[in-house]
């Protein structure tokens, strides 16, 4: 064997391990990036399992929120149990908006958010009477995603409107 043909298997081998590598780094990337999917999916849930299991301990939230999730108004509670109840609704929707976010950065896919279990506060009578305030409290993107996915509507301003 000569120098030139040593140095054409090295070559080769060389070129094998690059490529062995670059599969290795890849199939590491793709799980990293299921890993941190995951974990984006996973804090907004663990953040309202928090919120429960705080406000969980708390009568006037407890009566408040089951009152509010059977189709209760703000005016069927007291304004205690409103209170507490749109402080709740407000951390829910911050996860939620936490989503949104994750979603608009790409790092989860559309789905997660539909797949969002606490979604389905939107549809209460509470947090739609009490949406033009807590609107306040959010992002104007993800009002603009709530309001058009929900077709929430804001009361006109008194003043506006025909005549």
């Not at 059977?70 to 936490?98: C, H, K, M, R």
């Amino acid at each position: 064997m000569n120098w030139e043909m040593i140095s054409a298997i090295g070559e080769i081998v060389g070129a094998v391990a690059v490529v062995a590598s670059l599969v290795y780094l890849a199939r590491q990337v793709r799980f990293s990036n299921r890993l941190a999917q995951a974990e984006a999916f996973r804090t907004p849930i663990s953040d309202i399992n928090n919120l429960n299991a705080t406000f969980g301990l708390d009568p006037t939230f407890r009566d408040a929120i089951f009152r509010v999730i059977e189709g209760a108004t703000p005016d069927d509670l007291t304004p205690d149990q409103a209170q507490v109840a749109e402080i709740f609704l407000i951390a829910v929707l911050n996860s939620y908006e936490q989503l949104f976010r994750e979603v608009r950065a790409g790092v989860l896919n559309e789905e997660a958010l539909s797949d969002f279990a606490g979604s389905f506060l939107l549809e209460l009578p509470f947090l739609r009477a009490r949406w033009p305030s807590m609107r306040l409290r959010l992002g104007t993107s993800f009002v603009r995603f709530v309001e058009s996915q929900f077709e929430m509507t804001l009361p006109p301003v008194q003043g506006e409107g025909g005549g």
